[in-house]
């Protein structure tokens, strides 16, 4: 555990460079209901499987540019031309299963929301809409897969999503808060996210959030999946059909 001036406390992993401090502290661990946000983190972590998760924070923005935003309606009427147009794209992981992954788990996405009306209601109604917390006094006793995310796992892969093994759930369930595995030392841990202090370039010596994440926080971001396809102006389902 590391104190920095601005005397917070915080997992030892978040310092490893100033994206990843960010994360730490503004989106990790934060129980999510956007339905858009929960599933753009489950493609992330599916993206990121093999690679290093600064890799990702670092493409961000230009993964959410090149993927619609991870609108679940869009990408799942993704053609062959817009796949190739991705692969040749260095804003995203050019991995040709990984682009087809985001397009199957969109179509998925569908069908999970035809059985469960969210991702929302269907993530959190393994938890009883309660976040586990966890007790670990170090980094190194957080498990990389658990009962819960190997039960998750093989349901999301019975309703069709791919890149959705144990190791893969269980970050993702770390991420959107449905697991809080802050370590019990970690200021994060009980912090009430809408009153923290923005964290600032202090904490680090250099500063590039332009790519960070944003707009986790802001009001009114809720989606459901009725309201995702009144986003982009098409019937809910019009693209899940058959
Ligand atoms: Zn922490």
Redesign the pocket.
């Known amino acids: 555990m590391i104190s920095t001036k601005d005397g917070l406390l ?2 030892p992993w ?1 310092y490893s460079d100033e994206l990843t401090l960010r994360y ?1 502290d503004d989106e990790w ?1 934060v129980p999510s209901h956007d339905d858009q946000h929960l599933f753009m983190m489950l493609i992330l972590e599916g993206q990121q499987a093999g690679l290093s998760w600064h890799g990702i924070l670092k493409k961000m923005s230009t993964m959410r540019a090149a993927y619609n935003d991870f609108n679940p309606q869009i990408l799942a009427a993704y053609d062959s031309e817009k796949v190739a147009e991705l692969l040749n794209d260095p804003g995203v992981i050019r991995n040709r299963l990984k682009v087809k992954a985001a397009i199957t788990n969109a179509q998925a996405y569908g069908h999970l929301c035809d059985r469960h009306g969210s991702l929302d209601s269907y993530l959190w109604s393994f938890v009883d809409g309660e976040p586990i917390v966890g007790n670990w006094e170090t980094q190194d006793q957080i498990p990389s897969t658990t009962p819960l995310s190997d039960t998750i796992s093989r349901d999301l892969k019975r309703i069709g999503f791919t890149f959705v093994g144990p190791t893969i759930v269980y970050s993702y369930l770390q991420a959107v808060g449905v697991i809080n595995d ?2 019990n030392a ?1 200021s ?2 009980d912090i009430n996210r809408d009153s923290l202090p923005t964290s600032e370039t202090e904490i680090l010596p250099t500063a590039d959030d332009t790519a960070a994440p944003s707009g986790r926080h802001d009001s009114g971001g809720e989606k459901d999946c009725e309201s995702l396809g009144e986003v982009v102006g098409i019937e809910y389902g019009a693209h899940f059909a058959g």
């Open positions: 915080r997992c978040a730490h661990g802050h370590v970690c994060f841990k």
